[in-house]
């Protein structure tokens, strides 16, 4: 298989799994751990008040799913530049002991 084709079925299979949970869930809100948390603690003791308020706060939620997404970019990154290091390393150091 060309090494064309094979990219586009990934991406065409990454696309669909991307797209069948939003269609399956159509209509549903996804939520993050927080809120849930909020709810938790607001259920089980409704006088709590937090000990701290945000610094700032995203003016919506594509604003934190957006910071969100670059977090983890980042993170990605660097881990795959930290792989990439341990490997050629590795390439380097045999290289040099043929």
């Known amino acids: 298989m060309k090494a064309f084709n094979k990219n586009m ?3 065409l299979i990454i696309a669909f799994l991307i797209i069948l ?4 869930k ?3 809100e996804f939520g993050g751990a927080d809120g849930m ?3 938790a603690i607001t259920e089980i003791s409704p006088e709590y008040e937090p000990w701290i308020d945000p610094i700032w706060e995203p003016p919506g939620g594509e604003t934190e799913s957006l910071l969100f997404s670059l ?4 993170g990605a990154g660097i881990m795959a530049y930290c792989f990439g290091y341990m490997k050629g390393k590795k390439d380097n150091k045999n290289a ?3």
Not at 71 to 74: G, T, Y
Request: overall charge negative; charged content about 15%.
């Open 96 to 98: 040099y002991n043929r």
């Open 26 to 28: 159509a209509g549903s």
């Open 37 to 39: 948390a909020e709810e």
């Open 21 to 24: 949970p939003l269609i399956i």
């Open 9 to 11: 079925t990934l991406l």
């Open 71 to 74: 977090q983890a970019a980042i």
